[in-house]
């Protein structure tokens, strides 16, 4: 009978449990599961993250980038590569750790949100590149053209300065933007340039008449068409024209190169601009707001360090000699500098218009002053010729002072 209740009430527990949990949202299970494996360094992991925050790593950083492209430079030239191979090597080396060691960092601080950025992506790419001339066997005959081709991309180690260069981003972002809209530009030309590819080859491309060089084919006469579209030699293409007899090409030259020059391509290049001027506002609209984020910041800082000074001296002027919180203020007046910065709330209570505003008391006080005056010589005046009607009103009149 025990063991048969015990049973009952096993599987009674059991069944709360999983109601429980059938009945908690996946928010609540997330948010267990967040608990579970969250980090338990987390403040090494914030000090890591504010040096790679810092602006003094991002100038160290830019400043590597720098001398990696002036010893790639370096390279290009046979007897300092000749020379100091083995230096420009070590130094290679050096800046490829230096590199490793900022991904593991960064990767360290958030693995999973790391993968995520496109600029995180294309440093693990070059780092891979980096890493090939020490794979591949220099002596391996077989190599000879890929160790060519992977001395040359070397060179994209010096796009790392794209992501610690806030304006190179934006610029990147806004290309990225118009890719959409160019592709569509060039699609058009495309169509345009085919068009006219199969007109040029039927109108110029006899083998034994027409200018088969250029309007032979389908590729030369997309080919020409392309010069046509960059307005590159388009005199000469039109002068072969002209020699076999062609005249009549030069309206078809002409419509092309309106067509293709001055509406597609200018098109695009329009595009690219107004999105590289949308992307340069929106840029500086946010320094400007970061900016006047860290001015409150710090204002709020100052102003709280000043609550706690005030606050402080009302504490000691409860607990020391002085009579008055007064006479401890003015005491405190004492202690400053003329550098310690003062935060003021309102422009109200800032010392210029304090100035200007008893200025203009003062200004209002001698108007009513004088105001005063002009009202007592006013009530003089009054008093005088109320007295006289008066005294003239208490005369008899002349006629009977005759009689």
């Not at 009674?12 to 267990?32: G, I, P, R, Y």
């Not at 796009?159 to 290309?175: F, V």
């Not at 999105?275 to 929106?282: K, L, P």
Request: net charge negative; hydrophobic share 45%; with cysteine.
């Amino acid at each position: 009978m025990e063991l048969t209740e015990s049973f009952h009430k096993r599987r009674l527990v059991s069944n709360l449990v999983v109601e429980n949990f059938k009945s908690s949202s996946d928010a609540d299970v997330k948010h267990t599961l967040f608990w579970r494996f969250r980090r338990r360094d987390t403040e090494f992991c914030t000090y890591i993250r504010r040096l790679l925050q810092n602006p003094l790593f991002n100038s160290v950083m830019i400043s590597i980038i720098s001398l990696n492209a002036v010893f790639l430079a370096m390279e290009t030239d046979y007897a300092i590569k000749l020379n100091s191979y083995a230096y420009l090597e070590l130094a290679d080396l050096i800046i490829i750790s230096i590199y490793t060691t900022e991904m593991l960092l960064k990767f360290y601080v958030d693995p999973l949100n790391y993968w995520r950025s496109g600029y995180n992506l294309f440093d693990v790419i070059v780092l891979l590149i980096a890493y090939l001339p020490y794979i591949l066997d220099k002596n391996d005959t077989k190599h000879y053209k890929p160790w060519d081709i992977i001395t040359g991309v070397q060179a994209l180690k010096i796009l790392k300065l794209i992501s610690y260069s806030r304006g190179m981003r934006s610029l990147i972002t806004a290309l990225g933007q118009t890719v959409k809209t160019v592709i569509y530009v060039l699609v058009l030309l495309f169509l345009l340039m085919f068009i006219f590819a199969i007109l040029g080859y039927g109108l110029y491309g006899d083998p034994e008449t027409g200018d088969s060089k250029n309007w032979g084919n389908l590729a030369s006469a997309l080919f020409t068409l392309f010069s046509l579209v960059t307005v590159d030699g388009w005199t000469d293409l039109q002068d072969e024209l002209d020699e076999r007899g062609f005249s009549a090409s030069r309206a078809f030259t002409i419509v092309f190169i309106l067509l293709g020059f001055f509406l597609f391509f200018n098109m695009s290049i329009g595009v690219v601009i107004m999105n590289i001027q949308d992307s340069t506002q929106n840029y500086e609209r946010e320094l400007k707001a970061e900016k006047q984020a860290a001015l409150r910041a710090k204002k709020q800082a100052i102003l709280q360090r000043q609550q706690e000074e005030v606050n402080m001296l009302m504490h000691q002027q409860k607990t020391s000699e002085y009579k008055t919180f007064s006479e401890l203020v003015e005491d405190f007046k004492k202690t400053l500098h003329h550098s310690d910065p003062m935060v003021l709330e309102d422009f109200c209570a800032s010392i210029p218009f304090i100035d200007l505003y008893l200025t203009s008391l003062d200004l209002q006080d001698n108007t009513v002053y004088r105001l005063q005056e002009l009202y007592y010589e006013l009530v003089g005046t009054l008093n005088t010729i109320l007295e006289d009607v008066r005294e003239k009103s208490m005369l008899p009149p002349e006629k009977d002072m005759k009689s």
